[in-house]
């Protein structure tokens, strides 16, 4: 129907040239309008995304006062600091333990959440999803002060177990596992909600019917629930693997890299030599490490995304 | 056992119900059992600000129950919340966020209802580079920024490095990429005929906009006005990178870097001002809860 009277819209304006002028404008300018409404992302993105990302590879190419080309002996440089391949090793522990274990959370807590009546989801969901409001910088203080070395409310209440003071921050290991700890805190409500609205979108006739042909709760989870969910996994997955890989509040706030460089992420790594020792050449190389896997995840995350706009 | 003693005297089906539904009982308590430990686990970290925030700095370092205030004061919301310093930080920050929401709308509307309506060589390509530019992280980008800033600062004259109003131009990176990303789903959701009527009686692409696209898109709007918000309120790589002086922080990186004055942590300050940092963001979710979880999930629900 709509169709038929914009054609005879049409129709109606072609009938005099001079109405046929102004119709070949509105055409000129549903093409202008379109370029002029786009212009500021487009020179947004140009401009502060696309122009730094290809001039930080111009950077890691320059020698540290920055006034002559050095090619890749930036690179080869790195290649040789134990510091580097520290870096590279934990941010990939970093990345992958902490996605698991949000993911991990994340699925079973949606599930528990998705148990209980409809009424009580809205104010349980709006509990479990405080940490990830909080901005990261804040909450990441209230986390250092829980691992303080001298008032730790952690060591506090595990001495009355008879486990002695845990060196939180200080040593390699609980430093590690201190800042994973808080990145699942602060990710798994992410997780959460994508996978409760993915839960919400399984029709229940599914379930039905596997009850109905005797599945357990696991046969159920394994031939329903995760393959219904994949899509959305895969995305949720994907994309907090670039946000973690290429986190820096957590860590910067809660060690600085230290013990001894032993928790530097990228991130972190990059700010402490580009910024704090001002090697802005090798910061920039230090970072640009971060790109492959980056391109990776997003080349997946992209095919992810539409296939499922071609499935909607 | 049991289940026999009531199969002889009840009918099967109703023992077939109950069983179902003792199993489900059961569901529903191991359920609610779990519930409760996850979040002590997620809520411990604010819980406790705000405990250590109502204490003083005396009975911290008493190494008292740190769980709980046995003396409970205001005193140290009352010390930030005059102090110049803390005001400034909290200042700065509110202009930030709040310029930054305006030009991240009054770039991405457009672009979206172009994108989501107009279709234009490379259009599709477009929007594809939006969505690739989202997946950009700030620590990729801030040394090329930085330098960047050096060399216009050099080469203009204008003083761009440590100053608070350049991260309303740095922002909008981040926030600018999703909220164009969710506004296209939002507005290619809305039916053709509604913007095709428009046109039929004469509407311009301006007021079919402002009209049409923006008042049915409004909860998209929303999401994504709180997304801008929160993205930039809690930004602290940028701020940390680009500003130094005392007086042009944001407020986290202001309440990590002042409050900590050496190796002496205030931690009854700290908290507090944490608390307060973290208040705005939790204040918008407690009331728009579900337009914050509509602009979470778009993102890879609406492709």
Known sequence: MADVVVEQGRLAR?????????????????????????????????????????????????????????????????????????????????????????????????????????????????????????????????????FDPSYSAFNYTLSFFGIGPIPWLGDTFWARFSVILVNVWYGAPFFLIMYLAALKSVPDQLYEAAAIDGANWWQKIWHITL????????????FSLIVTFANFDIVRILTSGGPLDRTHLFATWAFQVGIQSSDIPLGACVSLFMVPILAVAAVFILRDVNKRGNEA | MS???????????????????????????????????????FLIPPVYMLITSLKSSAEISAATNPWW??????????????????????????????????????????????????????????????????????????????????????????????????LVFIYPTLTVPFCTWIMIGYFASIPKELD????????????????????????????????????????????????????????????TTTLIKGDVFNWGQIMTGALLGAAPPLVIYAFLMDYYIAGLTAGATKG
């Not at chain 2, 099967?12 to 002590?40: E, G, H, N, P, Q």
Request: net charge positive.
């Open chain 2, 196 to 255: 095709e009527a428009a046109l039929i009686d004469g509407a311009s692409w301006l007021q079919t906009l402002t009209r049409i696209f923006i008042p049915v898109a409004l909860p998209g709007l929303i999401a994504a006005t709180i997304f801008a918000f929160t993205v930039s309120w809690a930004q602290f790589l940028y701020p940390l990178v680009f500003t130094t002086s005392i007086d042009q922080l944001v407020l986290p990186v202001g309440i």
């Open chain 1, 14 to 146: 072609a009938a005099s040239p001079r109405k046929r002028t102004s119709l070949r404008n509105a055409m000129g300018r549903k093409s202008t309008v379109a370029f002029f409404l786009t212009l500021p992302l487009i020179l947004l993105i140009a401009l502060l995304v696309l122009y730094p990302a290809f001039y930080s590879v111009y950077l890691a190419t320059l020698n540290k006062a920055m006034t002559k080309f050095v090619g890749l002996s930036n690179f080869t440089f790195l290649f040789k600091r134990e510091t580097f391949w520290m870096v590279v090793r934990q941010s990939c522990i970093f990345a992958i333990t902490a996605v698991v274990f949000k993911a991990l959370i994340g699925f079973i807590v949606a599930h528990f959440v998705h148990n209980i009546p409809g009424k009580k989801q809205r104010k349980w969901r709006g509990m479990l999803l405080v940490p990830w409001v909080i901005p990261p910088a804040m909450s990441t203080l209230a986390w250092l002060w829980l």
């Open chain 2, 69 to 166: 205030v046995f003396h409970p004061t205001l005193s140290n919301y009352v010390e930030l919340l005059t102090s110049n310093q803390f005001l400034r930080f909290f200042w700065n920050s509110s202009m930030i966020s709040i310029v930054v929401v305006i030009v991240t709308m009054l770039i991405s509307i457009p672009a979206a209802f172009a994108l989501a309506r107009m279709k234009f060589w490379g259009s599709a390509t477009l929007a594809t580079g939006v969505f690739l530019t989202y997946l950009i992280p700030d620590s990729l980008l801030f040394i090329p920024l930085f330098k960047m800033l050096a060399v216009v600062q050099d080469f203009t004259g204008i003083t761009l490095l440590n100053r608070w109003y350049v």
């Open chain 1, 227 to 238: 393959p219904m969910m994949r899509n959305i996994i895969a995305i949720t997955t994907l």
């Open chain 2, 3 to 41: 289940t026999l003693a009531i199969d002889k005297t009840g009918p099967t089906r109703k023992v077939k119900l109950r069983s179902m539904s003792r199993d489900r009982t059961w569901a529903l308590r191991w359920s609610y059992f779990f519930l409760v430990l996850f979040a002590i686990f």
